[in-house]
């Protein structure tokens, strides 16, 4: 709040320099009520911001409509939390709109961020109920993220493995069992070299796929895989959880 309070008052001398400031603070502080579990001081925030960063994008769209799109992301992921379909959905669209068009424009550039707003709006639609509509995207984030790796595997593969990881997920929750192994397998094999290269970076990732490919199959192999290298990183989340259920 303090920092909103200094961003305000430089903006009103100079908003053309402060504005944006003003809008990442906004955006910020929508983040940290939404997390104290204060949605309506959460959703205030988040609207200002986006108001802030549609009239900035309508000035220079080339310099801030990513912002918009960053904007439309969160409100939909804090109204999907909020149990506000409706407008969450509606967010997530105008998010994925706006990557797209910019991704048009510069694919190097902007293609990574549509298929992150794919998976999001997966994940969305399988939460309410809409497979069809969720395998839509996560198939086309693949696709997206394996034709980057191809030309960037250092900085692609990992991503490539999340989604085929979340695939794999989704189609176990959807009772066809072949494909999901097929995509938690395909997760393993990237996250296991990933691992050797850089165990300190991957190796938690892969005691998730393994923890998934442990519950999907019933393994006990491979829930000891996970919790062996989960005790090896207890510092990361994911191993932190895994360590929690496993005995």
Same mark, same amino acid.
């Given at each position: 709040?303090?920092?909103?309070?200094?961003?305000?008052?430089?903006?009103?001398?100079?908003?053309?320099?402060?504005?944006?400031?003003?809008?990442?603070?906004?955006?910020?502080?929508?983040?940290?009520?939404?997390?104290?579990?204060?949605?309506?001081?959460?959703?205030? @925030?988040?609207?200002?911001?986006?108001?802030?960063?549609?009239?900035?994008?309508?000035?220079?769209?080339?310099?801030?409509?990513?912002?918009?799109?960053?904007?439309?992301?969160?409100?939909?992921?804090?109204?999907?939390?909020?149990?506000?379909?409706?407008?969450?959905?509606?967010?997530?669209?105008?998010?994925?709109?706006?990557?797209?068009?910019?991704?048009?424009?510069?694919?190097?550039? @902007?293609?990574?961020?549509?298929?992150?707003?794919?998976?999001?709006?997966?994940?969305?639609?399988?939460?309410?109920?809409?497979?069809?509509?969720?395998?839509? @995207?996560?198939?086309?984030?693949?696709?997206?993220?394996?034709?980057?790796?191809?030309?960037?595997?250092?900085?692609?593969?990992?991503?490539?493995?999340?989604?085929?990881?979340?695939?794999?997920?989704?189609?176990?929750?959807?009772?066809?069992?072949?494909?999901?192994?097929?995509?938690?397998?395909?997760?393993?094999?990237?996250?296991?070299?990933?691992?050797?290269?850089?165990?300190?970076?991957?190796?938690?990732?892969?005691?998730?796929?393994?923890?998934?490919?442990?519950?999907?199959?019933?393994?006990?192999?491979?829930?000891?895989?996970?919790?062996?290298?989960?005790?090896?990183?207890?510092?990361?989340?994911?191993?932190?959880?895994?360590?929690?259920?496993?005995?």
């Amino acid at each position: 709040l303090r920092a909103i309070e200094i961003y305000e008052k430089l903006a009103k001398e100079n908003p053309e320099r402060y504005l944006e400031y003003v809008a990442t603070s906004y955006n910020n502080a929508g983040n940290f009520y939404a997390d104290q579990g204060q949605p309506e001081k959460a959703e205030d @925030y988040y609207l200002r911001a986006i108001e802030i960063y549609e009239k900035l994008a309508k000035e220079n769209p080339e310099r801030y409509l990513e912002d918009v799109a960053m904007s439309y992301n969160n409100a939909g992921a804090f109204y999907d939390e909020q149990g506000q379909p409706e407008k969450a959905e509606d967010y997530y669209r105008r998010a994925i709109e706006i990557r797209e068009k910019l991704a048009k424009e510069n694919p190097e550039r @902007y293609q990574a961020d549509v298929a992150m707003s794919y998976i999001n709006a997966g994940a969305f639609y399988d939460e309410q109920g809409q497979p069809e509509k969720a395998e839509d @995207y996560y198939r086309r984030a693949i696709e997206i993220y394996e034709k980057l790796a191809e030309e960037n595997p250092e900085r692609y593969q990992a991503y490539v493995a999340m989604s085929y990881n979340n695939t794999g997920n989704f189609y176990a929750e959807q009772g066809q069992p072949e494909k999901a192994e097929d995509y938690y397998r395909r997760a393993i094999e990237i996250r296991e070299k990933l691992a050797e290269k850089n165990p300190e970076r991957y190796a938690p990732d892969l005691a998730a796929s393994y923890f998934n490919y442990a519950i999907f199959k019933q393994s006990g192999v491979y829930f000891a895989k996970a919790l062996e290298i989960a005790q090896e990183h207890p510092w990361h989340p994911y191993c932190r959880q895994i360590i929690d259920i496993l005995p």
